[in-house]
């Protein structure tokens, strides 16, 4: 079979051995003979692994790889929702329901109690912070490095595992492609609680508190929960300013509109009537959800190129969580000279979203906590909370008074130089610009068409800003050689160095006079904070492996970090390590050409 261009072109070719038989006659009887025979090849794929690729077969580390046709089309916000179920020791779990949230990856689970688990992600070469922001239509494959054998060459900070992406490169045996990808839909929640109606809870509650109540008196009386107003199952809601609408209904009057009626499980001769509303569809419902997608890709035997553009919106399942990411992505390779290319990658991401309040139990848990006999608004009063708990309020309550975005954009650009100089031996050097800005922006105001906020009137406004800027310079040289058609040897020496500055800056200011103007100069008291961070790490790392006709495989790397992190003594760091694999289906039961009988 033939194969397509690689790091190493040796990674294509494998081999499976069968039986075949054949019966000839004799004399006395028939003899069947077995014989061992090569009958077939098979194409072994290439793997990403740190700083080069191998083959599938003389792999002697924990290495899962998926291809990204299995990612593309996929209807979902971001990469990680996409690999859920797909890698077998990797968990993806999301820490919400919100559009767009970065998943968490967990790679044979965690390894700290108090520390991060998450692993470090490499697209293209270059160390990102997370995987949003990659488009699913342009990933040409993932790794997944598990164990320590595989992610050494990475260092410490690859203690929890290596996600490796390859991001789709154009063809240079074709012309021009253009792909245009649509997709258009709605998404629902799944399943919502099986909440009581309002018809059941005062079947079930009035009976409960005329049992419980019985004997007690002053307020703790049963008549005072049974009679009261503000009490969900009470029948003295006789005002609109009241929580809750349950309430006698008068002798000859008619059921307003909106509202049920059941005769009161303490006297059959009285009618209740009531509102029935489940609360849950303000907090979830329907969404649209649309995206689109533009490719190009092509190339002639000295360049080749592709290009792409995505925009996704989400509606969002969830109140107040509309999210949208604009994406683009590009790279080219040229030949320069027979033995020296040179290549280029950029990723540019715009996501933007609403941020939902800061405490979800606050604001969801309890929203949901409304009796279906609430009122919850009313237009003469305006939102009333639920049993006397400011933050337990509708989902249109936080929609009103709650104004949070929030916006990342993320820019990364490499220029790779690749020297084939002899057979075998290659040099890369590889620069890479990482950029990252985060704005945050969070205002609640303290009234809405005459109605206050419940839950706080000082109208805060709240400015966060952080910027993180990353450079990388990689050099490596790259040996893999075959001897005597049997004895295949590789190594691998490089050196990186990375400089990484992180700004941040919040403001909060509180005490406005308006609403009319939500700025933070509109405020009377003031906090603010900062950070400016700098950190540099220098390594030296390498690998060496051998293999003997692909059966017995040896291999270890190792890597040398120097981080500005520690203090001076403690600034560096050694951390080898070493593999073996025998491929016991290269081992013939018996020797080629002889027979079983």
């Known amino acids: 079979m033939r194969c397509v261009s690689t790091a190493r072109r040796r990674c294509c070719n494998s081999s499976i051995w069968a039986i075949r038989t054949s019966r000839r006659p004799s004399a006395n009887a028939r003899r069947s003979t077995w014989r061992w025979r090569r009958i077939s090849k098979w194409w072994t794929r290439c793997v990403v692994i740190g700083y080069g690729t191998q083959s599938r077969k003389t792999l002697t580390t924990s290495i899962s790889k998926i291809d990204g046709d299995k990612l593309y089309g996929a209807p979902v916000s971001t990469v990680g929702d996409a690999l859920k179920g797909k890698v077998a020791g990797l968990r993806v779990a999301t820490n919400s329901s919100l559009s767009g949230e970065a998943p968490r990856f967990l790679i044979r689970g965690g390894s700290s109690i108090n520390m991060g688990n998450d692993p470090i992600y490499i697209v293209d070469g270059a160390l990102r912070d997370d995987l949003s922001g990659v488009n699913p239509n ?7 490095l598990k ?3 595989s992610a050494a060459i990475y260092g410490a900070r690859a203690s929890n595992g290596v996600i490796i992406v390859t991001t789709k490169k154009g063809s240079p045996s074709q012309g021009p492609q253009v792909v245009f990808d649509v997709q258009v839909g709605f998404s629902a929640p799944t399943k919502k609680w099986d909440l009581l109606s309002s018809r059941e809870q005062i079947a079930l509650v009035r009976p409960a508190i005329a049992n419980i109540y019985a004997k007690s008196t002053g307020t703790l009386a049963a008549s005072s929960w049974l009679d009261g107003a503000n009490v969900a199952v009470g029948t003295g809601n006789t005002s609109n300013r009241n929580q809750f609408t349950t309430r006698y209904l ?4 008619t059921v307003p509109d909106g509202y049920e009626w059941m005769f009161d499980p303490l006297d059959n001769s009285k009618v209740i009537i009531f509102t029935d509303t489940d609360f849950q569809d303000q907090w979830m419902s329907e969404a649209f ?6 490719g190009v890709n092509g190339g002639s035997d000295r360049m080749s190129y592709a290009a792409s553009i995505s925009y996704l919106d989400d509606g969002g399942v969830f109140a107040m969580s509309d999210y949208d990411v604009f994406t683009t992505h590009g790279n080219a390779s040229f030949k320069i000279t027979k033995s020296l290319e040179a290549s280029t990658t950029f990723d540019i991401s715009r996501q933007r979203s609403s941020k939902f309040v800061d405490n979800y139990f606050n604001a969801f848990g309890r929203g949901i906590m409304f009796a279906p006999t609430a009122r919850g608004f009313d237009e003469e009063v305006g939102w009333m909370s639920s049993g006397g708990n400011a933050n337990a309020q509708l989902a249109s309550f936080y929609e009103a008074f709650y104004d949070r975005e929030a916006a990342t954009d993320r820019i990364s650009s490499t220029f790779n130089l690749k020297w084939r100089i002899i057979d075998g031996l290659t040099a890369t050097a590889q620069y890479n610009y990482y950029g990252n800005n985060y704005r945050g922006s969070y205002y609640a105001r303290g009234e ?3 109605y206050p906020n419940l839950i706080s009137q000082t109208r805060s406004t709240t400015e966060t800003r952080t910027q993180t800027v990353r450079d990388t310079f990689t050099a490596h040289l790259a040996f893999n050689r ?3 058609d049997k004895h295949t040897v590789g ?7 990375m400089s990484q500055r992180y700004w941040y800056l919040t403001s909060n200011s ?3 006079a308006s609403d009319d103007v939500p700025i933070l100069d509109s405020g009377i008291n003031f906090k603010a904070s900062n950070k400016d961070e700098k950190q540099a790490l220098m390594s030296l790392f390498g690998r060496v492996s051998y293999d003997f006709a692909q059966k017995y495989i040896v291999s270890a790397t190792f890597r040398y970090d120097g981080s500005s992190k520690f203090a001076k003594g403690n600034q560096w760091g050694f951390f080898p390590a070493a593999s073996a694999a025998w491929v016991i289906s290269e081992e013939s039961p018996s020797s080629r050409g002889s027979d079983a009988r």
């Open 250 to 253: 008068e002798y000859g009057g």
């Open 289 to 294: 959800w649309q995206k689109e997608y533009i």
């Open 147 to 149: 164990d320590a054998a």
């Open 138 to 144: 342009d990933i040409e494959s993932m790794e997944v």
């Open 448 to 450: 809405v068409d005459g």
């Open 482 to 484: 075959t001897f005597a």
């Open 510 to 512: 509180t005490g406005s």
């Open 491 to 497: 190594a691998t020496l490089g050196y990186e160095l």
